[in-house]
């Protein structure tokens, strides 16, 4: 069954670094999704994106992330200058279509700023 | 704002027990609701996905009901064994597939 693939599975880093979250979306798959999870709180949506373009992005989605679709396999979360409060697991999704589809996650990134 | 809630928090059942889980959400104007399976430390799972003409579905031993206009959710387990504990998730699907989450049921099924 085809699967979204998220790199790494943990990563610890300094605060102040810069950090990236790899995502491989199901091929035939045209929108995607980062979704985060603070431990013990609940799963969050950060940013949706589509058509190379970003669709809809939360309050939580400021300037320190973006997000980019390099090579057309790929779906990228960048965090400029991690906090401690960046740490959380990040959850990558993709769906074929918008609206009624169901969206299938990955196994999540857990990222853990010292 | 969309708010979801899942009562009850945890969950401890002897094996064999049917048990229900509830969802409610405050906006009636949603397109679908998913249900999901969560693992410790892993990832999220659907389970079943209801779209807002439906009012249930089932998989297996699992059936999740969806009152749009009333804002609420079941799912409904049948015959409950230990492989079935995990945290569920109710998720709200609004517009552009955007999920609003709630903070899970904590299910442990005990042998």
């Known amino acids: 069954e085809p699967e979204v693939t998220q790199t790494p599975s943990h990563q610890v880093t300094q605060m102040g670094q810069e950090v990236i979250l790899r995502c491989v979306p199901i091929s035939n798959h045209l929108y995607f999704y980062w979704y985060r999870q603070i431990l013990g709180q609940k799963v969050e949506f950060l940013v949706s994106?589509?058509?190379?373009?970003?669709?809809?992005k939360s309050e939580i989605f400021d300037d320190q992330f973006s997000v980019e679709r390099p090579d057309g396999s790929n779906f990228t979360l960048k965090i400029r200058s991690t906090k401690l409060e960046d740490s959380a697991m990040y959850f990558c999704?993709?769906?074929?279509?918008?609206?009624?589809?169901?969206?299938?996650f990955g196994a999540g990134s857990r990222l853990t700023v010292l | 704002k969309q708010e979801v809630t899942q009562i009850p928090a945890a969950l401890s059942v002897p094996e064999g027990e049917n048990l229900v889980l509830n969802c409610s959400f405050t906006d009636s104007a949603i397109y679908n609701l998913q249900w999901f399976r969560q693992d410790p430390g892993k990832g999220l799972t659907s389970l079943l996905l209801i779209q807002s003409s439906q009012r249930e579905q089932t998989s297996g031993r699992l059936n999740a009901s969806l009152d749009k206009s009333s804002g609420r959710s079941t799912l409904y387990i049948a015959a409950s064994q230990p492989g079935d504990s995990a945290t569920y998730l109710c998720?709200?699907?609004?517009?552009?597939?955007?999920?609003?989450f709630g903070a899970g049921t904590i299910l442990r099924v005990k042998s």
């Open positions: 999704a993709s769906a074929f279509q918008s609206g009624a589809n169901v969206l299938t």
């Open positions: 994106f589509y058509n190379n373009e970003i669709s809809e």
């Open positions: 998720a709200v699907g609004e517009y552009g597939n955007k999920l609003v």
